[in-house]
Every structure is written in C-alpha cells, then in structure tokens.
C-alpha cells in the first residue's frame, strides 16, 4: 500500500495503491486524513490503482470526504477502468456521496465545481 500526493494551485491530487483493506488503511489512515484536512480544499483522490477495496478503506474514504466538506472543500474519486472498486463503491452507494469519474479530466473539472 502507497499513498503519494501533488499539490497544484487548485488541487490536491492523491494516489493510492494497493489494498485498501484493515491493516492497509490504519497503515495510511493517519496521512491520508491530514492531507484531506485542509479549509476549503478540492481533491481528487485517484483509486485507480487499489486492488482490493474493503468497507475499512471505503469508511476510510466518506469520513475524510465528509470531513473535506465539512470545511468547504470537496473530494471527487477518479477509478479509471477499476472496474472491482468501482463496482464496490456503486453496490454501497459511496458514488452517490463522493463523485466518482473514470475519466481524469472529469474528476478534475468536478473537483472544482462549488458545494
């Protein structure tokens, strides 16, 4: 499991790979939510590459998002052709509270679009 992120002037881009289960998500529980932790934020957490998504990790992804939001910002999901995540996240219902986009300049565009 991997976390990295790049900061532009309007967003914050954030990778992670790997499994997002258990021990994986307390493993970047902590950095994830300081890099989600800022006022009036915009995010796109790209999730394309996490080859196994468990309710720990997708508990892991809402509570930042709600957090985000909470201070203005906004998270939006970019899955590419992950079919298995996206699935998951369309079978729990988490698409319909983190926008989730296949395509990269989608999720960018939505990243910046004013909750």
């Known amino acids: 499991?991997?976390?990295?992120?790049?900061?532009?002037?309007?967003i914050r881009y954030v990778v992670i790979d790997g499994r997002l289960d258990g021990p994986e998500s307390d493993a970047i529980g902590i950095k994830f939510s300081l890099l989600s932790?800022?006022?009036?934020?915009?995010?796109?957490v790209d999730i394309?590459?996490?080859?196994?998504?468990?309710?720990?990790?997708?508990?892991l992804l809402v509570v930042n998002a709600k957090n985000l939001k909470?201070?203005?910002g906004r998270m939006v999901l970019f899955v590419g052709d992950n079919e298995s995540v996206a699935e998951s996240l369309e079978a729990t219902g988490i698409s319909a509270?983190?926008?989730?986009f296949?395509?990269?300049s989608e999720a960018?565009?939505?990243?910046?679009v004013s909750v």
């Open 48 to 59: 394309s590459k996490v080859t196994f998504l468990a309710s720990l990790g997708i508990r």
């Open 70 to 72: 909470a201070h203005g």
């Open 97 to 100: 509270l983190i926008p989730m």
């Open 1 to 10: 499991m991997a976390i990295h992120f790049n900061d532009t002037d309007s």
């Open 108 to 112: 960018n565009q939505a990243s910046l």
């Open 37 to 44: 932790n800022f006022q009036g934020g915009r995010m796109v």
């Open 102 to 104: 296949t395509n990269l």
